[in-house]
Protein backbone atom coordinates (compact mmCIF):
# COMPACT_ATOMS: atom_id res chain seq x y z
CA UNK A 1 0.00 0.00 0.00
CA UNK A 2 0.96 3.63 -0.38
CA UNK A 3 1.42 6.02 1.98
CA UNK A 4 2.36 9.74 1.85
CA UNK A 5 4.22 11.79 4.62
CA UNK A 6 5.40 15.26 4.97
CA UNK A 7 9.14 14.70 6.96
CA UNK A 8 11.06 17.58 7.62
CA UNK A 9 8.83 19.93 5.50
CA UNK A 10 9.54 17.70 2.15
CA UNK A 11 6.76 15.29 0.83
CA UNK A 12 7.32 11.46 0.40
CA UNK A 13 5.56 8.65 -0.79
CA UNK A 14 6.12 5.18 0.12
CA UNK A 15 5.10 1.82 -1.27
CA UNK A 16 4.71 -0.46 2.65
CA UNK A 17 3.27 -3.62 3.95
CA UNK A 18 0.70 -2.73 5.93
CA UNK A 19 1.58 -4.43 8.99
CA UNK A 20 5.49 -1.97 8.99
CA UNK A 21 6.36 0.16 11.83
CA UNK A 22 6.96 3.56 11.35
CA UNK A 23 10.78 3.14 12.61
CA UNK A 24 11.41 0.46 10.05
CA UNK A 25 9.94 2.79 7.10
CA UNK A 26 11.67 5.72 8.11
CA UNK A 27 14.94 3.75 8.51
CA UNK A 28 14.58 1.93 5.47
CA UNK A 29 14.23 5.31 3.23
CA UNK A 30 17.13 6.85 4.72
CA UNK A 31 16.42 8.86 8.11
CA UNK A 32 18.56 6.90 10.12
CA UNK A 33 19.04 9.85 12.70
CA UNK A 34 15.90 7.84 13.62
CA UNK A 35 17.10 5.41 16.09
CA UNK A 36 16.14 2.26 17.59
CA UNK A 37 16.58 0.04 19.39
CA UNK A 38 13.68 -2.06 21.98
CA UNK A 39 10.88 -2.42 19.58
CA UNK A 40 8.23 -1.31 23.06
CA UNK A 41 8.07 2.08 23.11
CA UNK A 42 9.90 1.80 26.18
CA UNK A 43 13.82 3.49 25.53
CA UNK A 44 12.61 6.69 23.76
CA UNK A 45 15.06 6.12 20.94
CA UNK A 46 12.54 6.32 18.23
CA UNK A 47 10.96 9.16 18.94
CA UNK A 48 10.01 11.57 16.07
CA UNK A 49 6.96 14.11 15.92
CA UNK A 50 4.01 13.41 14.24
CA UNK A 51 1.93 16.15 13.64
CA UNK A 52 3.88 17.76 16.52
CA UNK A 53 3.38 15.59 19.29
CA UNK A 54 6.37 12.72 20.55
CA UNK A 55 5.84 9.02 19.89
CA UNK A 56 7.96 5.96 19.60
CA UNK A 57 7.74 5.28 16.04
CA UNK A 58 8.68 1.57 17.17
CA UNK A 59 4.94 1.45 17.98
CA UNK A 60 3.38 3.42 15.46
CA UNK A 61 1.64 1.49 12.42
CA UNK A 62 3.16 3.20 9.52
CA UNK A 63 -0.11 2.50 7.47
CA UNK A 64 -2.25 4.21 10.67
CA UNK A 65 -0.88 7.93 10.01
CA UNK A 66 -0.85 8.16 6.43
CA UNK A 67 -0.80 12.02 5.23
CA UNK A 68 1.15 12.31 8.69
CA UNK A 69 3.86 15.15 9.10
CA UNK A 70 6.60 13.92 10.46
CA UNK A 71 9.86 15.39 11.93
CA UNK A 72 13.00 14.15 13.02
CA UNK A 73 15.75 15.15 14.64
CA UNK A 74 17.20 16.41 11.55
CA UNK A 75 14.05 18.62 11.01
CA UNK A 76 15.06 20.82 13.87
CA UNK A 77 18.20 21.72 12.64
CA UNK A 78 21.70 21.13 10.91
CA UNK A 79 25.27 20.49 11.75
CA UNK A 80 25.63 24.57 9.67
CA UNK A 81 22.82 25.53 11.33
CA UNK A 82 21.58 23.98 14.47
CA UNK A 83 18.36 24.45 16.53
CA UNK A 84 19.24 26.11 20.05
CA UNK A 85 18.41 22.49 21.53
CA UNK A 86 20.95 20.54 19.06
CA UNK A 87 23.13 23.45 20.10
CA UNK A 88 22.84 23.35 23.63
CA UNK A 89 23.35 19.13 23.79
CA UNK A 90 26.86 19.45 22.20
CA UNK A 91 27.85 22.24 24.30
CA UNK A 92 27.13 21.19 27.64
CA UNK A 93 28.31 17.95 26.95
CA UNK A 94 24.88 16.03 27.18
CA UNK A 95 25.96 13.83 24.07
CA UNK A 96 28.18 10.69 24.14
CA UNK A 97 26.87 7.85 22.19
CA UNK A 98 24.55 10.07 20.60
CA UNK A 99 21.75 7.00 20.24
CA UNK A 100 19.24 8.74 22.21
CA UNK A 101 20.11 12.04 21.26
CA UNK A 102 17.39 12.63 18.39
CA UNK A 103 14.36 11.15 20.58
CA UNK A 104 15.54 13.16 23.83
CA UNK A 105 16.00 16.24 21.73
CA UNK A 106 12.82 15.87 20.17
CA UNK A 107 11.16 15.16 23.44
CA UNK A 108 12.67 18.59 24.63
CA UNK A 109 11.39 20.47 21.61
CA UNK A 110 7.65 19.67 22.05
CA UNK A 111 8.02 20.54 25.66
CA UNK A 112 9.57 23.80 25.09
CA UNK A 113 6.72 24.71 22.23
CA UNK A 114 4.11 23.78 24.68
CA UNK A 115 6.02 25.14 27.82
CA UNK A 116 8.85 27.88 27.02
CA UNK A 117 9.39 28.38 30.61
CA UNK A 118 9.46 24.55 32.24
CA UNK A 119 10.82 23.79 35.59
CA UNK A 120 13.50 21.42 36.13
CA UNK A 121 10.64 18.68 37.20
CA UNK A 122 8.74 19.72 33.81
CA UNK A 123 11.60 18.61 31.90
CA UNK A 124 12.43 15.34 33.87
CA UNK A 125 8.95 14.32 32.99
CA UNK A 126 9.38 15.15 29.39
CA UNK A 127 12.21 13.45 28.52
CA UNK A 128 11.06 10.81 31.29
CA UNK A 129 10.61 8.45 28.08
CA UNK A 130 13.65 8.60 26.80
CA UNK A 131 16.50 6.12 28.20
CA UNK A 132 20.17 7.25 28.46
CA UNK A 133 23.06 4.83 28.86
CA UNK A 134 26.04 6.59 28.99
CA UNK A 135 25.91 10.50 29.43
CA UNK A 136 22.88 10.66 32.32
CA UNK A 137 20.59 13.42 32.82
CA UNK A 138 22.45 16.09 34.95
CA UNK A 139 23.94 17.01 31.79
CA UNK A 140 20.76 16.70 29.41
CA UNK A 141 18.77 18.55 31.89
CA UNK A 142 21.45 21.37 32.38
CA UNK A 143 21.29 21.38 28.02
CA UNK A 144 17.63 21.84 27.95
CA UNK A 145 18.00 24.76 30.09
CA UNK A 146 20.59 26.43 28.08
CA UNK A 147 19.18 25.78 25.12
CA UNK A 148 16.25 27.90 26.64
CA UNK A 149 18.29 30.88 27.48
CA UNK A 150 19.70 30.28 24.15
CA UNK A 151 15.96 30.64 22.89
CA UNK A 152 15.54 33.87 24.78
CA UNK A 153 18.40 35.54 23.71
CA UNK A 154 17.66 34.52 19.60
CA UNK A 155 20.55 32.61 19.16
Known amino acids: MKVHYKINGKDYEFDIHPGKVLLDVLRENGFTEVKGNCYMGTCGACTVLINGTPKTSCT ?7 GAEITTVKGLGDILNPHPLQKAFVEKGAVQCGYCTPGTILAAYALLKENPNPTDE ?3 KAIDGNLCRCTGYV ?7 Y ?9
Open 147 to 155: AITLLKEGK
Open 122 to 124: DIK
Open 139 to 145: QQVEAIK
Open 60 to 66: VLAAQIN
